[in-house]
C-alpha cells in the first residue's frame, strides 16, 4: 500500500509579503496591472516549487488569490450584485476589487484598470470570518432569481500555468454547497440551496475544462459539512455531487472537509460518489475509527493529521503508532488538516526567537518536511528517517518538561474561583447614572474605535526604532507629536470621547503579547487576515502574567493635553487567545483566564491614573465560538466569564466599553449581555443595521454604539447615508442608549479618507439631535 503527501493549500503571501506590497502599489495607482499580475505569477510559480521541493506529492493550484478564494469563487461563477455593473463575460479585475474594497472615483483606485463605464460609488461587499480563523472572506450575495456563468476561467488558467512549468496540480474549487451555505440573501430571505441546479452547469463547465486541460483530480473543498447543516443540505450535497461526477466521468473528486469532525454529517459524506475525502483528525481524531468503518473500500482517504491552525511541532512518533497498522490496510494521503493558509511560511526566518522555544514549533514549511517523514517512515520504515523521528521526539520532551512553561504564581491566581472577581459591585443601571452625571454627554454621543491612521511614516519610525536606527527619545517624541496633533484633530471636528489614535502599537494583540510574560513573538511569521492586511499572531507558550503596566503612561499623556473624556483602550483576553497560536498542552480556557488576569490589573492600573472610560475589545469574541452549536455553551460561559474578570474591578462610575466587529450576534445575543459591559461598539454598516434587530429583540440592557461607517473601504459615506442608519438605529433602539462611530479602528484608512468620514459622522449625529 502506498502512502502519499498532499498539501491542500499553500500561503499565498510570500516570504517576504509580495503580495501586500503589489497589491497596494497597485490600488496606489504606483503599478500596473501586469505588474501585480506578473508577481501574482512568481509567487505561485515558487509555492509550486517549494511544496515540491520539500516532498509533497499532491500540490494544489488555484489556491492562490489576489485577495480572496471566496470571492474567486463569485467571480468565477458570475455572482456579481448588480451595483457593481458588470455585464460581461468576465469579471475583470476593477470589478473583482470594487466588490472586495468598494469604488468610488475620488478614492485611491482612480484610474487603476476599473471597467470603462463602472459605477462611480459602490460599496464593498460584506465581509466575514472564515469559519472560526481571523482570514475574513467577502460573503457571496444571491438574488432569488439569481442566475450563473462562467466568468472567470481562473482555475483552469492556473492549472495550466503550473503545468508549464512542469508541475502536476491537483486544482482546488471551493464546493458548491459550501459556496452556497456561505453566501446571503439579497433583499427577503430565501433557500439559497434552490439556487443549486443553476450553479452546477458552471462547475461542470470548469471542471471539464480541467479534464481537457490533463487535470486527474480536483481538490473539491466542502468545509459547511463539520457544521450543523439546515435539513436539505444532505440532498443538496447528493444532487452536486451525482450530477458533478455523472456530467464530468472521468475526473476523480477529492472531496475536502476541515475544522473539525463530520459528526452527524459523516454518513452525508460517505454516501457521496467522490473518489476521495480528506478528514480532519487534528480537530477530530476520534472520527477516524468510524469512518474507516463505514467508508467504501475504494475510497481514497487524505488524513489531515499535522495542525494547519497552529504552530507546533507534530508528534511524530505518536502519529506512526497510528498509522503504520492503517497504512498496511489501504492507500493513504497524509496532509496538514486544512489548507496551510493559516499558519506562517518559514520557521527558518525566525532568527531572534528563543532557541528553545523555537525548537517546538513548525510553520508552513516545516509542516511539510513532517509529512515527508511521515510518509517515507510509512512507506521505507522508521529507519530511513530515524535520526528525524529521534529529533522531534527530544524537542517534544524538552517542551514537556520545560521550566520556562510554568510559573505557580500564575496558576494559583487563576485557580482563584472567588465568583466576585467576575462581577462589577452593582448592577448596570445602578451604575449607568454615576457614569452619565460624572460623563455628562449630549445624546447620541460620538466617539472612535481607537486607532487612526497608521501611516508608512508611523510604520517607519517604528521600523527605524526596532532597527536601533531612530533612538527611543525620539521615537517615541514622535508618537508624541502624532498623538497630540490626532488629539487636537478630534477636539477641532467635536467628537465627544477621544482616543488617543494607538500609534505605538504594531498591532492591538501583539503589542500586548510583547510585553505579558509567557508570550513569544515573530518577526515575519505573517498570517493573512484580509486582503492585503495580515498579522503576525503572538505565540503562547506558557503561563501568561503582566510584568508592568503596558498601557498607563500613553493613557496619562494622551489625557494630560485635552479636557475631553480620554478613553482607555485595552485588548480583551478572549481575543488576544483567539488571535494568537495557543499552547497546546493545556484547556484553551485556562490560558484565558491567566490572560483576563492580566488585563483586569491594567484595567484597575488605569483607573487609578483616573481614566473614566476603559474600552477592553473583544472583536474576536464571535469568531471563538466553536463550530457546532452542541459546544457553544461551555466556551460563552468561560470566555464571558473571562471577560468579567478583565472588567470587574472598577468603580460603578467608571464606564466599561467592549467593542466587536463582524459579529453575527443573533444566536449569541444573552452572552454579550450576560459580559456586562456598559457600553457596546459594533460592526453594522455594511450589513446596514441588521444586526440591531437581535439586540431589540432581546431588548439589550445597556449602550450600543452601531457602527455607522464601514472601515474597512476606502469610501467616504455621506451624512445622509449615516442619518439614514442613525434613523434605522433609533427605531430598534432606544435613542438615549446609543453612541455614534465607526464600525471598527481607523488604522488601515488614509487621513483624507478618514478626516472626510469623520467630518460626516459628527455632522450625522448633531442632525439626530432634539
Ligand atoms: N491581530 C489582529 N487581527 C484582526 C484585526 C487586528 O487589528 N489585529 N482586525 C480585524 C481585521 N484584520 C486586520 C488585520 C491586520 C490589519 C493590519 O493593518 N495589518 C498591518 C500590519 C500591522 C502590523 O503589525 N504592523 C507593524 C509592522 C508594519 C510593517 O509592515 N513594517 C515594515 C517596515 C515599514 C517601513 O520600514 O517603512 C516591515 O516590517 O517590513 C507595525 O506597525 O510596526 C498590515 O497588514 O499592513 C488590519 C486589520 C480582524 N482581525
Ligand atoms: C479589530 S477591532 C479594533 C479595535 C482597536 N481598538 C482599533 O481601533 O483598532
Ligand atoms: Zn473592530
Redesign the pocket.
Known sequence: MTVRVATLGFPRIGTRREL?TALEQYWAGNSSADDLLSTAASLRASAWQRQKDLGAEIIPSNDFSLYDHVLDTSAMVGAVPAIYGNVQDKVDLGTYFAMARGFQTTSEECGCGHAHGAPQDVPAAEMTKWFDT?Y?YLVPQFTADQTFRLASTKAVEEYHEAKALGIETRPVLLGPVSFLLLGKCDGPAFDRLDLLPALLPVYERVLNALRAEGADWVQIDEPCLVLDLPGNAGAAFKTAYNTLTTTVPDLKLMLATYFGALGDNQGIALSLPVHGLHVDLVRAPEQLASILEKARPDLLLSLGVVDGRNIWKADLNALLDHLEPLARQRDLILAPSCSLLHTPIDLERETDLDADVKSWLAFAVQKIEELHTLGRALNEGRGAVQATLAENAAALRARRSSAKINDPTVQARSADRNPALAQRRSPFPARRPLQQSKLRLPLYPTTTIGSFP?T?EV??A??DHARGELSSEAYEAFLREETARTIRWQEEIDLEVLVHGEFER?????YFGEQLSGFAFTKHAWVQ??G??????PIIFGDVSRPKAMTVEWWEYAQSITSRPMKGMLTGPVTILN?SFVRDDQPRSETCRQIAFAIRDEVCDLEKAGCGIIQIDE?ALREGLPLRRADWQSYLDWAVESFRISASGVQDATQIHTHM?YSEFNDIIAAIGAMDADVISIETARSRMELLDAFAAYRYPAEIGPGVYDIHSPRVPSVEEMVELLRAASKAISPDALWVNPDCGL??RKWPETKAALINMVAAAHYMRP
Do not use: E, I, L
Not at 492585503?532 to 499572531?537: A, D, L, N, T
Open positions: 501586500k481571523n475574513h497608521q508608512p510604520r517607519k517604528r521600523a504594531n498591532d492591538m494583540v501583539q487576515s484580509y492585503s492586511r495580515y498579522v503576525r499572531p488571535w472583536a466587529c488604522k488601515t
